[in-house]
């Protein structure tokens, strides 16, 4: 009798430990649940900005037979683009590097036929200026330099015309994340509202690439040949949902 007792006593506080046990687990399991609420939004900012930095590479080419009266007339067309570039407020200053590449068609092995005109000569004055607008406004007259018989040619790798970049990204950055992110904020707390839970605190976050981008989007026109640029960002959030 005493050994079912001592049985029976024993299967009582086996079932009830089962059952604490299993609200316990139970308990872990919902708070892994709620824990695992979340909503992930995202936010984004824009500023309109300007170009704050001109790189131009000015080439010009010269072509003959006598390599003498080549180097001459090279020599003569740099002065005739310096005081073009003089004019339009780009001083010596604003020439960063000078280059000149020489090529003897008939010193290359592999050539085949005659040459109309043995040496070409290019010379490039690279051009570095704050001044945007004034670069823009010389880009623009090259036919003063044509004229005057400048033979002007395009910078392998670079194209004919100015660059123009923005570098003040850290000027704006600040800013447009607190945007950004309020943006986001606002369409969470909107989510949760609709599904009756309240905004809690930021899970995880991720601020995204800056994206600099032409303003006016064209076909063929990059965004490096124009001043005026759209500077974006795209933040994504996690935000917890309490009940």
Known sequence: MIGNRTALAAATFLAIGIAVAGWSAGREVAQVRLADRFVTVKG????????????????????????????????????????????????????????????????????????DQRYILTRTLMIR???????????????????????????????????????????????????????????????ATDSGATLGGIRRANQGLFQILARDEAPGIMESRQIDKIVRVVSTLDWELVD
């Open 44 to 115: 984004s900012a824009e500023r309109e900005v300007k170009a704050n930095l001109a790189l131009w590479p000015v080439r010009f080419v010269a072509t003959g037979d006598d390599l003498s009266a080549v180097q001459a007339k090279t020599a003569a067309d740099e002065k005739a683009v310096l005081a073009f570039l003089e004019r339009y407020g780009l001083g010596a200053d604003a020439v960063v590097s000078r280059s000149l590449d020489l090529v003897d068609l008939l010193a290359q092995a592999y050539r085949q036929g005659p040459a």
């Open 129 to 191: 200026s704050p001044d945007v607008e004034r670069v823009d406004r010389a880009s623009q007259n090259l036919a003063e330099l044509l004229d005057q018989g400048v033979t002007l040619g395009g910078e392998p790798g670079m194209g004919s015309g100015p660059n123009y970049l923005f570098t003040r990204l850290n000027d704006v950055k600040t800013e447009m994340i607190a945007e950004a992110t309020a943006k986001a904020r606002e369409a969470a707390t909107q989510f």
